[in-house]
């Protein structure tokens, strides 16, 4: 049977958007509640805080090595020394904050929000030439993204419906069309929540009150496998580690203390890997 492995055990509140760095070899994520970003070194097997500041909802790599950090209120650029560029302000009206982020192949950031409303949250595309679109509308909390392997699907998440969306994708022109619904959870299963990608294309997606990770086909998004988790609301997931064979999975609800809620996981399934995520070219 597999199983999950605890990597860090630091309890956050919501811990949130996995991130592998190829450059350093370290798994990254953000606690937005608590507005910290953690960074988890592989070789030395050592955690420190490299952030602490207004909450980020959500974070991209540069092409430079940087971070790019989408807060509440703002876009920020975080050099290695720590230092913070802002990039833009961010003040939508019927949007509280940012969530889950991704770079495309061209270094576009399609950022999903989370709405003071049941339908006011959506997804907003930040281009490299300075301009910003709204691209998704009508989602209280938009999560996990995912682009297939062929560049010409888009997978965006809905966690107040408990849906998945595919939608065609440009990589000319950054955008998504004809949005079909490709998966909708039943009450048992949680909420869908982050999603990463394989190298086949199926779909790994977090379940938020669920303590689960489901595998879905690449096909139509019928489960092909499920993954359960000693803790209720696994948040998201990434493919990280030098080979890309291993998932890196947050999750939510600790308070600070001992506790496996909000604790970071490993998981590692025979014959499946992943990809490096894109880098964001918003700072040239």
Same mark, same amino acid.
């Given at each position: 049977?597999?199983?999950?492995?605890?990597?860090?055990?630091?309890?956050?509140?919501?811990?949130?958007?996995?991130?592998?760095?190829?450059?350093?070899?370290?798994?990254?994520?953000?606690?937005?509640?608590?507005?910290?970003?953690?960074?988890?070194?592989?070789t030395t097997d050592?955690?420190?805080?490299?952030?602490?500041?207004?909450?980020?909802?959500?974070?991209?790599?540069?092409?430079?090595?940087?971070?790019?950090?989408?807060?509440?209120?703002?876009?920020?650029?975080?050099?290695?020394?720590?230092?913070?560029?802002?990039?833009?302000?961010?003040?939508?009206?019927?949007?509280?904050?940012?969530?889950?982020?991704?770079?495309?192949?061209?270094?576009?950031?399609?950022?999903?929000?989370?709405?003071?409303?049941?339908?006011?949250?959506?997804?907003?595309?930040?281009? *490299?030439?300075?301009? /910003?679109?709204? =691209?998704?509308? #009508?989602?209280?909390?938009?999560?996990? !993204?995912?682009? +297939?392997?062929?560049?010409?699907?888009?997978?965006?998440?809905?966690?107040?419906?408990?849906?998945?969306?595919?939608?065609?994708?440009?990589e000319a022109s950054?955008?998504?069309?004809?949005?079909?619904?490709?998966?909708?959870?039943?009450?048992?299963?949680?909420?869908?929540?982050?999603?990463?990608?394989?190298?086949?294309?199926?779909?790994?997606?977090?379940?938020?009150?669920?303590?689960?990770?489901?595998?879905?086909?690449?096909?139509?998004?019928?489960?092909?496998?499920?993954?359960?988790? *000693?803790?209720?609301? /696994?948040?998201? =997931?990434?493919? #990280?580690?030098?080979?890309f064979d291993t !998932?890196?999975? +947050?999750?939510?609800?600790?308070?600070?203390?001992?506790?496996?809620?909000?604790?970071?996981?490993?998981?590692?399934?025979?014959?499946?890997?992943?990809?490096?995520?894109?880098?964001?070219?918003?700072?040239?």
């Open positions: 049977m597999i199983t999950p492995q605890l990597l860090v055990n630091r309890s956050c509140a919501l811990s949130e958007n996995p991130f592998w760095d190829t450059d350093a070899q370290r798994f990254l994520w953000t606690d937005i509640t608590g507005g910290e970003i953690w960074s988890h070194d592989s050592t955690t420190k805080k490299i952030y602490d500041g207004p909450n980020v909802g959500g974070f991209t790599q540069e092409a430079d090595g940087s971070l790019l950090l989408f807060r509440t209120s703002d876009v920020v650029k975080m050099a290695a020394d720590g230092s913070l560029t802002e990039v833009a302000q961010f003040s939508e009206e019927g949007d509280s904050r940012f969530n889950d982020v991704i770079a495309d192949p061209r270094g576009r950031v399609f950022a999903g929000t989370v709405g003071n409303t049941p339908t006011s949250g959506g997804v907003y595309r930040y281009d *490299p030439d300075g301009s /910003v679109r709204r =691209v998704i509308t #009508g989602t209280g909390c938009s999560n996990g !993204m995912a682009f +297939t392997a062929d560049r010409t699907k888009f997978y965006w998440t809905c966690s107040t419906r408990k849906q998945i969306y595919v939608y065609d994708y440009d950054g955008d998504i069309s004809n949005a079909r619904l490709w998966y909708q959870a039943d009450e048992e299963e949680g909420i869908t929540d982050g999603l990463t990608i394989d190298l086949d294309d199926n779909i790994w997606s977090a379940r938020w009150d669920g303590y689960r990770v489901r595998k879905h086909d690449a096909q139509d998004g019928h489960v092909l496998e499920e993954i359960k988790f *000693p803790v209720a609301k /696994v948040s998201s =997931v990434v493919f #990280g580690g030098p080979n !998932m890196y999975l +947050t999750s939510a609800g600790g308070d600070g203390k001992e506790s496996l809620d909000g604790a970071i996981f490993t998981l590692q399934v025979p014959g499946v890997k992943g990809r490096p995520e894109f880098r964001s070219r918003l700072t040239g």
